[in-house]
């Protein structure tokens, strides 16, 4: 069959910040397609799970039967981005509690980790692997999750005050921070980079950020003094 050069992306609809990614979406060229139930799942060339309530939109995705079709579809190597909520529906593991997971990241998430008192703030981050990836992209935390740990095939993307924040594992992609909510399309273009060009896009694994199973403090701490001077809030 012939397929049409222009991927489509869909947006998995069910709870958060949907409109936004379509909207992101669109400004990058990109068909967006928000999808509803898991039938739909097969129109598409990747997938982005949104920010929003991951309890929500985990109880919603078992109750309507997306957990074992997005498993399969991610397993068959189809891209996957997660933001936030996303991003913990995708991890192998939490920190605490029992909810739906898909699992499929191997991570261990702590979610609304920054803590109450600042529930949503904004800051510069370097991102590896997005284009120019010496300009800071600004980062928009809203009760976010961070990273607390990664397995071996995880590279970490970007970090914030000593704690990951945005990584990638094979075909999938997960920031804590809402690259939708910013005019800044360089994360959405690297996920459409991914779904085109596929893994080879991403950073290599050589000299990341942490080193599998030990953490590389020199480099975490350096790129952590660099990161607080750019923090404006
Ligand atoms: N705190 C939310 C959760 O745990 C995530 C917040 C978000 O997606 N902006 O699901």
Redesign the pocket.
Known sequence: MERSKKPTVGVLALQ??VREHLRSLADCGARGVAVRYPSELSLCDGLII??????T?GRLMREYGFIDEIKRLAGEGMPLYG????L?LMAKRLVEGDQPLLGLMDVTVR??AFGRQVDSFETDLRIEGIEEEERPFRCVF????WIEEVGSEVRVLAIHRGKVVAACQKNMLATAF?PELTPDLRVHRLFLGMITEGERLLPSMENPLLESGERDTRSVNGREKVEEQRVKN
Request: with cysteine.
């Open positions: 958060g910040a949104p920010g929003g309530e991951s309890t939109i933001t936030c909520a996303g913990i979610r609304n809203i009760r976010a999750p809402h």
